[in-house]
């Protein structure tokens, strides 16, 4: 759940099979036969050759390209560079090649502080603290993690030496690890007290559906499942239909999609509906999912579904509003091209997309003359982009004391997010050697404090109302999250989100979906 900035996933990002929206350019007419290309060529030569203000051919080819895409007016459209497709690649599919470790920069130290299930690394024993000490024959103490990623990257069926430094070892120990296809998982899970199943899903990766699929088997006896979609940016269009259809009885339409014909006139468009295939995995489980202003494209149509269908309460925020169908074509040299070929709606109708600026910035709009609609339990919703929760309720917000706190510690340049992953790393490492539950000794609390005060914040800050509850807060989190505790890391993020909250209050006192669509729409009407 909660996400060190300085962690970085070691790991080569492999070319995925094309999906419904990646594809290859489609032209009717080779572009050197047209006279725009003989313009356009003349122009590129004349300015390269002759231009007083001399720039590259490949500067201004890029140019060109860019001048493009600023000419659809599509904030959405974008070329990438090799390495942003690489990136591009690596975010939207969760695939890679490598070994299958995550890696952070802790006590100046590049730390294993994850070991990925079922891979190269986890198969030759690789540990949890474990600190990178060397690569083949390169001595890797004093690198950073770029450093260390660059390093032990690699294609498919290739060897990397690592040389790992362990507690209650005197010599580094040497493993000979075989790069191999790796996934790192989009779902996480865990059950909160009460019996409540939480499910954290942070991307529409690929196999996030399969995943999804297996949590519930797991899940299935919970009182109630909350579904964290806060800050899901999105992901496969067919994988989030999917996701949906595991929620769904057959039959039901999922969604629908209006792109334009390829090589058609720009109003000639092609409609296309997706239809529920596979039974409901969970039918009467009551669901909760959680949205807020960063949740997007894929997400907002699971959402959206489930929330046409009366399948789930949807709590939280307004989400983003992104209902374009996005294509990402490949390009020579390694490139990427994504622009906008269509919109999609939801099972009722709805279009998820919220109209803004180049700028991304949205328009204003006038909510009390934008159509509703009805949903089968007669329930009303808002068609004006994006997901409205049913049951808004705006996150916490930082204290007078929590923001001076992180005012000076900007201020005085301290890493607060370093210092609290290494203090806790520290902590989930003795505690799961002790096979303890996630837990925060309070002398050691303490003893962490004085050494904030030591590097610089005043006591007098540290010692405001609310900033240690904030801390250890934090810390207890964060520990919860090293030892892969997800439930009890919910229940701790749960002290400070109002929105977790309410949904656990609420799945507290239901037992079925009908009857917390019911308990929802008493609290509203009475405005608690």
Not at 142 to 160: H, L, Y
Not at 338 to 361: A, I, K, V
């Amino acid at each position: 759940m909660s996400r060190v900035p300085s962690t970085v996933v070691l790991l080569l990002a492999l070319a995925a099979p094309a999906a419904a929206q990646d594809t290859r350019p489609h032209t009717q007419t080779p572009a050197q036969e047209r006279p725009e290309a003989e313009v356009f060529l003349s122009t590129l030569e004349a300015l390269t050759r002759m231009s007083l203000n001399a720039r590259s051919d490949s500067a201004l080819w890029e140019a060109g390209i860019h001048g493009m895409l600023e000419s659809l007016q599509d904030p959405y459209a974008a070329v990438f560079t090799p390495a942003e497709s690489e990136a591009w690649e690596e975010e939207t599919t969760g695939n890679y090649s490598g070994i299958g470790l995550q890696i952070t920069l802790l006590n100046e130290a590049v730390t294993v502080t994850a070991v990925f299930r079922n891979t190269p690394a986890a198969d030759a024993g690789v540990q949890v603290g474990d600190v990178i000490v060397g690569v083949n024959d390169q001595d890797a103490t004093g690198w950073d993690i770029s450093m260390a990623a660059d390093s032990i990257r690699g294609p498919v069926g290739t060897k990397v030496w690592v040389r790992l430094k362990r507690d209650g070892f005197a010599e580094p120990i040497p493993f000979e690890i075989t790069r191999a296809e790796v996934h790192v998982p989009a779902v996480n899970s865990g059950v909160m007290e009460g019996n409540i199943g939480y499910v954290l899903l942070d991307r529409v990766a690929r196999n996030a559906a399969q995943e999804m699929d297996s949590v519930l088997r797991e899940l299935k006896n919970t009182r109630g499942l909350i579904i964290d979609l806060r800050r899901n940016p999105g992901g496969f269009l067919d994988e989030s239909l999917m996701l949906a259809d595991i929620f769904l009885a057959p039959g039901s339409k999922l969604a629908s999609t209006a792109q334009r014909v390829p090589g058609g006139a720009a109003d000639q468009m092609q409609e296309e509906t997706y239809q529920d295939r596979w039974p409901a995995r969970v039918p009467d489980l009551p669901v909760i999912i959680l949205v807020d202003q960063f949740t997007a494209s894929g997400a907002e149509i699971f959402a959206g579904a489930l929330q046409d269908y009366d399948r789930a309460l949807v709590m939280g925020e307004r989400s983003f509003g992104k209902g374009l169908v996005q294509t990402v074509i490949r390009l020579p040299q390694g490139r990427r091209l994504r622009f906008t070929t269509g919109e999609w709606r939801t099972p009722l109708g709805r279009s998820l997309q919220r109209p803004r600026d180049m700028e991304m910035r949205p328009l204003e709009e006038k909510l009390d003359t934008v159509p509703k609609i009805t949903t089968p339990s007669g329930r009303t919703l808002i068609n004006a982009g994006g997901v409205f929760p049913d049951i808004a309720i705006a996150e916490d917000t930082l204290t007078l004391a929590e923001r001076e706190l992180l005012r000076v510690v900007g201020e005085k340049q301290i890493a607060l997010g370093v210092r609290l992953a290494e203090f806790s790393f520290d902590l989930a490492k003795d505690l799961r050697g002790k096979g303890s539950e996630p837990a925060v000794d309070s002398t050691r609390f303490d003893a962490f404090v004085d050494a904030l005060v030591a590097s610089g914040i005043p006591a007098d800050v540290l010692n405001a109302p609310g900033v240690r509850d904030y801390l250890l807060w934090r810390t207890r989190r964060t520990v919860a999250n090293r030892m892969d505790a997800i439930g009890r890391e919910a229940d701790y993020l749960k002290e400070r989100d109002p929105v977790l909250t309410e949904a656990v209050r609420l799945l507290g006192l239901v037992t079925s979906q009908a009857e917390l669509l019911r308990t929802a729409d008493d609290r509203m009407a009475r405005g608690s």
